[in-house]
């Protein structure tokens, strides 16, 4: 009889619309992440705070969800799919409003951590569901229709913030995304069904508290590195990461000896899945570290405005969201391979380039480089990540996309601090010379900053490049039926 329900629930499912709530939540949601990233020099001066502060508007985002997606895979098995979106949904609401209204830059964190609670909740959440509803012959298509949404938030993000920046301030990003996080509740709960399967597994508290500290330590620590020189060697920075590192390895110990895992680290014995992993989180640092060092480079390296920095990025953010739909297509075609080796040998060569750029670098090379380098982002993202989820079964969806997206999140705080933290060391190695003025001195040691701190991407590609060669097509059938 059980059967005969859930047989019935399948047939009434409608993947497309669920889909497209999915990817416009997620839009909005990442939108806002990227568009705030344009703003950090203004916030910086209002707040009069140092990089090293406001950085912490991103890697406190990220924090959060490195915290948080850990749990995802057993949220998803204790509440429905509706509840867990209207929950993303009021959170994203109570975090922007927050922002909107901030007068201090404590308030602002808060905010910043609010909405990560619902960016939490609504990436794994988005990942399984199309798991779930579509067949695996059609995901490598799907999957690249979300990365051309989830691409574009971030390409069109710093142009309209640049341009709201400049006309009524960054509080104006906040006031932008409101009704529309707002409208896409009220219209996504009319659309949204329930697809996954409540079973209310055992919560273990223990392993809980153990992935909290694990994670939260390493992130914490990373991101207490952005400090600059020598805060590398600081107990704020070492402590939390040993603290870290050594509850994940507890965490693992305990997940793989329980016979019901809060998260089932056993996905890794795929080794697709794990080379698949692995290669988001190369992509990711990358992806982070540079959407952080490009605005502050166009901005205090070029000299130009908000509006003229977001319409420099603005290209490669377009184009990388058109070429993931294709990559999807090829991939279904094709497989992964020939799209992921490809795709590092245009980020270790556009990555090299970004660690040669000067204040006389046109804005026209940038644009170049920043759009190659994202086409071949683009080709290594989508293709890695669902080659590495066909391989594993389907009640493994929820640990392998927590798993997933846990690990994004920790490489882009990761990415983000040593950046940060590259970039300092940069900027104060760099010797002026005489007779420069006060601004061409800050441009030039800021530059020398980037330069520096653009070797991390380059050596994460390098890796990325040799691991590429062992990709293989994972061939599976149809679960949806």
Not at 135 to 159: E, F, Q
Not at 162 to 186: A, C, E, K, N, R
């Amino acid at each position: 009889m059980t059967e005969k329900i859930n047989d019935l629930q399948q047939v009434e499912i409608k993947p497309l619309p669920i889909a497209i709530v999915l990817m416009i939540a997620a839009f909005i949601g990442l939108f806002s992440e990227t568009a705030l990233n344009m703003a950090f020099t203004n916030i910086m001066v209002d707040y009069q705070i140092e990089p090293h502060a406001v950085q912490w508007l991103t890697t406190g985002f990220l924090l959060v969800l490195g915290v948080l997606v850990p749990v995802s895979g057993l949220l998803i098995q204790w509440f429905s799919t509706r509840q867990l979106f209207a929950a993303s949904l009021i959170f994203s609401i109570i975090g922007t409003l927050i922002g909107a209204l901030s007068i201090s830059f404590p308030m602002l964190l808060i905010c910043r951590v609010i909405q990560a609670i619902g960016t939490a909740l609504l990436l794994p959440l988005m990942t399984n569901v199309i798991l779930l509803i579509f067949p695996a012959n059609k995901r490598g298509s799907v999957m690249g229709l979300m990365g051309l949404v989830i691409m574009c938030a971030p390409a069109i993000g710093p142009t309209i913030s640049g341009l709201l920046i400049d006309q009524w301030g960054w509080h104006s990003i906040f006031w932008l995304s409101l009704p529309i996080l707002i409208i896409t509740l009220v219209v996504g709960m009319a659309f949204m069904q329930n697809v996954s399967t409540i079973t209310k597994p055992r919560i273990d508290f223990v392993s809980l508290l153990l992935s909290t500290i694990g994670f939260g330590g390493v992130v914490y620590g990373f991101s207490s590195a952005g400090e600059g020189n020598g805060s590398w060697v600081s107990p704020l920075v070492l402590l939390p990461i040993v603290i870290g590192v050594i509850s994940l390895l507890l965490f693992s110990i305990r997940q793989l000896r329980s016979p019901e895992p809060m998260l089932d680290l056993r996905v890794f014995a795929h080794p697709m899945f794990s080379l698949g992993t692995i290669m988001v989180f190369l992509c990711m640092m990358m992806i982070l570290s540079s959407a952080i060092l490009l605005p502050l480079y166009l901005k205090g390296g070029l000299l130009l405005t908000a509006l003229a920095a977001g319409l420099v990025l603005l290209p490669g953010g377009l184009i990388n969201g058109l070429m993931s739909p294709v990559t999807g297509r090829l991939f279904d075609r094709f497989g992964p391979r020939y799209l992921i080796i490809p795709g590092f040998v245009l980020t270790t060569i556009m990555t090299f380039l970004f660690t040669r750029v000067t204040t006389e670098t046109s804005s026209a090379l940038i644009i170049f480089l920043h759009t190659v380098m994202l086409i071949g982002v683009a080709m290594i993202m989508m293709p890695a990540q669902t080659n590495g989820l066909n391989q594993l079964s389907r009640r493994h969806y929820p640990d392998g996309s927590a798993i997933m997206n846990t690990l994004s999140q920790i490489a882009g705080a990761i990415g983000t601090a040593v950046a940060i933290s590259l970039m300092a060391a940069g900027q104060s190695s760099y010797i002026p010379k005489e007779g420069m003025a006060n601004t061409a001195i800050a441009a030039e040691a800021l530059t020398t900053g980037v330069q520096t701190a653009f070797y991390l991407g380059l050596i994460a590609s390098i890796i990325g490049l040799v691991l590429s060669f062992f990709v293989k097509r994972v061939y599976v059938e149809d679960e949806t039926k």
